[in-house]
């Protein structure tokens, strides 16, 4: 017998699913005979040719895409990504989506093949004579019945005269009859070999690691400056050595450098082939847990810590996740969270798990309230598969508000979470973030700064990374954004801030081994932080 509670999960999944079709639905009406054949043309490497050809409403089509999961209420860009291409970028806001975004996300999340995308764009400078022309270019290969610019490209590739490496016979109508669109054929051919310079790896995880690499090299062999700042913020690095004051001057990560570094973990997570999405439609969303020191016996306070706090339960609240908040951790105080969300029973039924961490840190470790420097590999390595069964195959995201190293960049106004500041700072040590993560896949590390590095935090307005995280989430989870979207601009709203005199910076790193994509389902209400 299905419970109350469970109707009611039911309830609201139909609901759902209806407003999206609602919204396809909308679309729909915008669309003309063109545009579906238009669509047809561009859904012809993912959808069976002869469903196609009987499709005759893009409702067929999008019902084909659904079917097929290619389309989904958690995942539209697909259709977003249709929408662009045929030119109806009005549509987009039944997706929200915005040209712009839609433009900036191609390069790395296009279904469209680079082949379709530029066979379509060559049939929309074939007009009724040049077709006319080309077709008497060739006879009998066509048949006798009226066709459009699409229709015949669609007739060259199914007789196999052309293809993805076989131009031949396309260029020379060309040459011939549109001599303007062999540049737009020229251009494909320098994309294409450009994919194939760098190709798609098959296994993500191989490719995330190869990444990492790469950034941790660039962090070797960066350039860093320093200057002095008065802005009411505090670092959340701590020495265990003695001395509380402020000092000036210390290198600091180039954060371009460093949010080049981000985007290339997250364009080798993404291949050329559409990732598949993680299941968010269980009984339940999750567990939040948030752990907040703001109090030590050994180090300062972390003033600002409880806006973090409250900022994180009121968003992942929001989403769905049923969140807690510890204060003030002692290192046996959280191991006795650890086990107890270890072994909950309400992770079956559970899309995912979330563990955020305020406190002071240094180098791939926290310090518990009673300063215990805990490494976040012991933190994470509680919930594997092994040793959280009920967590095995769904993602793990872990959010560390911490510092990661010794390079701070104070001034007098600015309290310093290091204990002993007036040591110079040496420079950046390697560290490779594949030691903090359990060689497993599902797991996301989310760190404020990069290795080596301080994290700032405002005594008042709390601190940047979380800040933006929270803020980011509002704003982009209803986009439909996946989480590495997400963080990609957390890093480069984080790397934009500064202090007063725009000196003092800060970089966030992710490291991962998703195999999906993240992708939030959209609250039925609105966010206010």
Request: hydrophobic share 35%; aromatic share 6%; charged share 25%.
């Amino acid at each position: 017998m299905t419970t109350q509670g469970q109707g009611l999960d039911t309830s609201l999944e139909e609901n759902c699913s209806m407003d999206f079709r609602r919204k396809l639905l909308k679309i729909n009406e915008y669309l003309g005979a063109k545009d579906v054949e238009a669509l047809k043309f561009l859904c012809r490497d993912l959808l069976s040719h002869k469903k196609l050809e009987k499709s005759g409403s893009a409702l067929e089509i999008f019902e084909q895409l659904l079917a097929e999961e290619h389309l989904s209420e958690e995942d539209p860009f697909f259709l977003a990504e249709l929408l662009y291409i045929i030119r109806q970028k009005s549509l987009l806001r039944h997706l929200q989506y915005f040209k712009e975004q839609v433009q900036n996300l191609l390069p790395v999340r296009r279904r469209v093949s680079l082949f379709r995308n530029l066979l379509y764009e060559l049939s929309e400078d074939i007009d009724s004579e040049r077709l006319r022309s080309m077709i008497f270019l060739l006879p009998n290969v066509f048949p006798k019945t009226e066709m459009t610019s699409l229709s015949f490209l669609a007739h060259l590739e199914k007789q196999d005269l052309i293809g993805e490496d076989n131009l031949t016979t396309l260029e020379d109508l060309c040459k011939i009859v549109a001599p303007n669109l062999l540049k737009k054929i020229e251009k494909y051919k320098t994309e294409k070999i450009s994919q194939v310079v760098t190709p798609p790896v098959e296994k993500e995880t191989e490719a995330l690691h190869q990444e990492e690499e790469k950034l941790l090299s660039l962090l070797g062999n960066m350039q860093v400056h320093g200057t002095s700042q008065k802005e009411p913020w505090q670092n959340e690095h701590e020495r265990r050595s003695n001395g509380d004051r402020a000092t000036n001057g210390a290198p600091i990560p180039s954060s371009m450098e460093m949010l080049r570094a981000s985007a290339d973990i997250r364009n080798a997570a993404t291949s050329t082939k559409e990732a598949a999405v993680y299941r968010m439609n269980r009984k339940h969303r999750g567990h939040c847990v948030i752990v907040n020191n703001h109090t030590f016996t050994s180090m300062k306070a972390r003033p600002g810590t409880h806006k973090d706090a409250e900022s994180l339960k009121c968003v992942f609240q929001w989403l769905g996740f049923a969140v807690r908040i510890y204060d003030d951790v002692t290192k046996g105080g959280l191991e006795e969270a650890l086990q107890e969300y270890k072994s909950h029973s309400g992770h079956a039924d559970g899309d995912c798990f979330v563990c955020c961490i305020l406190t002071h840190g240094k180098f791939g470790a926290v310090y518990s309230a009673d300063g215990a420097l805990i490494p976040i590999r012991d933190i994470m390595s509680h919930f594997t598969a092994q040793q959280c069964p009920g967590l095995a195959h769904k993602p793990k995201l872990f959010f560390i508000q911490a510092c990661q190293g010794d390079e701070i960049q104070p001034s007098v106004t600015i309290e310093a979470d290091a204990l002993n500041p007036e040591k110079v700072p040496s420079a950046p040590r390697e560290v490779n973030l594949r030691e903090s993560i359990p060689v497993e896949a599902d797991f996301l590390l989310g760190l404020a700064t990069v290795p080596g590095y301080v994290s700032f935090r405002h005594l008042e307005k709390g601190s940047w990374y979380i800040q933006s995280l929270c803020n980011h989430l509002k704003d982009l989870v209803p986009r439909h954004e996946d989480i590495l979207s997400i963080l990609t601009a957390v890093n480069n709203d984080v790397s934009r801030q500064a202090g007063k005199d725009g000196t003092k910076k800060q970089m966030p790193q992710p490291a991962f081994t998703l195999r999906k994509k993240l992708i939030f389902p959209v609250p039925q209400e609105a966010l206010s932080l």
